[in-house]
């Protein structure tokens, strides 16, 4: 049976690729770092219904010792490396935790990896915020970077260090630049998210208006749950590899709110309002990926469209808010 273990183990993609794991028959471990908050930090592996089956093992990819003893104890085949603050917008007003956790945190992980599980194969959760002020219109592995926020520049920082283990240790280390992903356990704060909820809560009555930023920014969205399947593949390759992983379509924000408010039979001109509070001060205006390498060498595409996506997830808003409200 093999062995796993998963940092960022509660975030969206930690839960979904946990739930992958399991179906494969994995022990899974996640890297559960303490909170006030432990009877609700789990949620996500609630609501996939997984959440006994992961060994938590208390850590912080920040504690060196912390993510030592773990790996000592666990001895992993894989270790996915999902941990991060990963939110742009906050990454200007936390900038130096950002830089601690996004980027050092690969380092610390990579360093323990080095030093207690060298035969293990690592993934780190690199971005497509890292094309930034994008230089070529499709962004492939080849597409020099730019980075345009402290998170951005933190996950710079991670994938270069990734490769460079693998280049100086030989460590069977990958780094997968993922366009973004979402489904209905995406964070509340992210674009997608915020919009399947608020259409939700304008549906029910409970809101009449959602303030927005910038609509004109594009974006490549897939699903998570197609995503974490890429992440798995990298790590059965004879030889790692960095890979770039999305849908190779990019669809505006307005576009995304249009098609999740006509879900509940809204136009989102009557509702959406134009705030400042959430522009950025640098934007990522436009992501668009170029996944043919993950295709030909992974065998990996994604299955589920945007529109099922987005209807996926405002119906699961839609749920929550009835379920809250009855
Ligand atoms: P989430 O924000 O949902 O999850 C982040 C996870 O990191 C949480 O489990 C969080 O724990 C954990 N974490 C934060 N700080 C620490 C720390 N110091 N030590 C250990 N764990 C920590 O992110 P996603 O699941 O969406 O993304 C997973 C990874 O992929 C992230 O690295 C993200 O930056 C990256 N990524 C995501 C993309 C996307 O579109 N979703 C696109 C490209 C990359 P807690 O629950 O305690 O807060
Ligand atoms: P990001 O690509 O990792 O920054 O993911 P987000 O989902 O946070 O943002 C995607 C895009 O949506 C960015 O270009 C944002 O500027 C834009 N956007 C417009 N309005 C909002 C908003 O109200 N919240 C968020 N999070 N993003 C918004």
Redesign the pocket.
């Known amino acids: 049976m093999k062995r796993a273990l998963i940092t960022g183990v509660t975030g969206q993609d930690g839960a979904y690729l946990s739930q992958l794991l399991l179906g494969q028959g994995y022990e899974v471990y996640g890297l559960l770092r303490r909170s006030a908050s432990a009877d609700v930090i789990d949620g996500r592996l609630r609501w996939l219904g997984i959440a006994g089956q992961i060994r938590m093992l208390d850590g912080d990819i920040l504690d060196l010792s912390s993510v030592l003893r773990i790996l000592r104890e666990v001895k992993p085949d894989e270790v996915y490396n999902l941990g991060a603050q990963s939110?742009?917008?906050t990454s200007w007003t936390q900038p130096i935790l950002t830089g601690q956790v996004t980027a050092l945190g690969v380092g610390i992980m990579l360093e323990a990896v080095r030093i207690e599980v060298p035969d293990a194969r690592f993934y780190q959760a690199s971005?497509s915020?890292m094309y930034g002020l994008i230089q070529e219109p499709r962004q492939s592995e080849t597409t020099p970077f730019y980075p345009r926020s402290p998170?951005a520049v933190a996950k710079l920082y991670g994938h270069w260090m990734t490769v460079n283990y693998r280049e100086s240790f030989g460590l069977h280390a990958s780094s997968g630049i993922l366009f973004?992903h979402e489904s209905p356990l995406r964070g509340i704060?992210?674009?997608?998210r915020?919009v399947t909820d608020g259409a939700a809560r304008i549906k029910l009555g409970l809101a009449q208006t959602l303030?927005?930023?910038?609509?004109d920014?594009t974006?490549d969205w897939g699903h998570a749950r197609d995503y974490v399947r890429a992440m798995h593949l990298m790590l059965q390759q004879e030889v790692a590899d960095d890979y770039v992983v999305a849908t190779g379509r990019t669809t505006s924000?307005r576009d995304m709110c249009a098609l999740a408010f006509r879900h509940v039979g809204l136009d989102y001109e009557d509702y959406v309002t134009i705030d400042p509070a959430?522009?950025?001060p640098a934007?990522?205006?436009v992501?668009l990926g170029n996944p043919t390498k993950a295709q030909t060498k992974l065998g990996w595409k994604p299955e589920i469209t945007l529109e099922e996506m987005i209807a996926e997830m405002v119906e699961a808003d839609l749920a929550r808010h009835r379920e809250r409200t009855a």
């Open positions: 939110f742009v917008k971005s915020e998170y973004n704060e992210f674009v997608t915020k303030p927005m930023g910038n609509l920014a974006r924000i959430f522009l950025r934007e990522v205006e992501l």
